[in-house]
């Protein structure tokens, strides 16, 4: 990038800090979207100055602490939300700028509708071709959703009733009913039926083994191919096999909520509402997370998890239009917006990301693991601004 147009972004971030900071603490409705418009031309801005640092055909993942993306291959569980931060974008801006660079990325991922060897591929291929479909009516993006969804259905054991998770042991990991919408979206727009049952099942027996009566959940949960029963339920990123992971938890609230608007089940409605209830009432009094909800006050990695309170934020901006009170969220809803644009925008750092101090997984020995941006988090923030422009 030229001299000039470095100096030119550099002045409109720094405009856009001041702006937060001054107008941080307004209340996000209808009649006052300061706070959004301006954490919309923050994302916006930095966007456009990744377009510079992320190669076609690589993906970030999460930054190095303060510094630029990590970047990773097409196969990488967070390939699609790079193409997914650039549909949003234009979704936020109207701005057909964003649509090459979209579809570039996107295209990228192309070979990965055939691939079954991750039970991620909804994120991968709904983010990226989803947004992109949604935005350009395709047919050709159609056609690629379609068989993805389709190998997604390969991990599917009927014995079981869940699609597996990661290869060897059948693990099924909560994050899992955010893959699910793929399956949805396959059966309704022409694909195989039996689609929806898959994810339905996946759905089901989830909130059999995963959720936890007071609405917390267990994030991995091992089965028995041979009879279907529980053999071991634990974690991998959280901080016991009993605890409850932070960004598992936001999985669930979006995941059940996404559930309850494909199918109008009330089960799935009111298992995302114990979710939500369990997640907001453990948070600290700055409603952004810990990595765990249990995390003993004496563990040496106090870190926080603002991906898992974007996750919650755009999830609770969903749920919100389904409950009878639509105001039972709303004061949740602007404490953790408001601390996210306060105290963890990206502003005043050289981080790549948006969103800052996301935990990726603190069980890992890299520092960068426990506190980075993170490209999940910056996407969910995005999904959620997106969801405030549309209450306006």
């Known amino acids: 990038m030229a001299k000039a147009k470095r ?45 510079n640092e992320i190669p076609l055909g690589q993906f970030p993942i999460r930054t190095e602490g303060l510094g630029r993306w990590e970047l990773t291959s097409p196969r990488s569980w967070t390939s699609g939300f ?18 090459d660079y979209a579809k570039k990325y996107t295209e990228a991922l192309e070979d990965q509708q055939y691939n079954t060897g991750s039970h991620d591929i909804g994120f991968m291929m709904l983010n990226s071709y989803g ?22 259905a390969t991990r599917y054991n009927p014995k079981v009733g869940c699609i597996q998770s990661w290869n060897g042991e059948y693990q099924i990991i ?41 609405g917390s959940s267990f994030h991995v949960v091992v089965y028995d191919t041979a ?12 901080y016991a096999a009993g605890s409850t992971w932070a960004r598992g938890q936001a999985w669930g609230i979006y995941g059940f909520t996404m559930c309850y608007r494909e199918t109008q089940d009330t089960t799935y409605l009111n298992t995302a509402i114990k979710m939500a209830d369990y997640f907001i009432s453990h948070l600290p009094p700055d409603h952004i997370p810990f990595w765990d909800f249990n995390l003993p006050e004496d563990h040496p990695r106090q870190y926080r998890d603002a991906s898992a309170a974007a996750i919650a934020l755009s999830g609770l901006l969903e749920l ?18 408001n601390e996210l644009t306060s105290h963890y925008l990206s502003t005043g750092t050289a981080s790549s990301g948006i969103i800052l101090h996301g935990a990726y997984n603190v069980n890992k ?25 549309k209450m306006q």
């Open 174 to 214: 909560i994050d899992n009913m955010m893959n699910l919408e793929i399956l949805f979206w396959a059966a309704k727009h022409g694909g195989d039926p039996a689609l929806y049952n898959i994810a339905v099942n996946h759905a089901h027996k989830t909130i059999e083994n995963h959720i936890r009566e007071d």
């Open 82 to 99: 790079y193409p997914g931060c650039l549909w949003l974008a234009y979704q936020l801006s109207n701005d057909r700028f964003w649509i």
């Open 7 to 51: 100096t030119v972004i550099y002045l409109i971030l720094t405009s856009f800090v001041i702006s937060l900071i001054s107008c941080h603490t307004k209340p996000l409705n209808k009649k006052d979207n300061l706070s959004v418009e301006k954490a919309r031309q923050y994302a916006l801005a930095k966007l456009r100055k990744s377009l």
């Open 365 to 389: 020995e890299n520092p960068y693991d426990w506190n980075a941006s993170t490209i999940w988090g910056d996407y969910y923030f995005l999904d959620a601004l997106k969801r405030y422009q």
């Open 131 to 152: 947004n992109g479909y949604k935005a350009t009516n395709n047919p050709q993006y159609k056609s690629v959703i379609l068989q993805s969804a389709q190998s997604l």
């Open 227 to 238: 009879t279907g029963k529980v053999k071991e339920k634990r974690t991998h990123q959280g």
């Open 320 to 337: 919100r239009t389904y409950v009878k009170d639509r105001t039972r969220y709303d004061a949740v809803i602007n404490d953790i917006f």
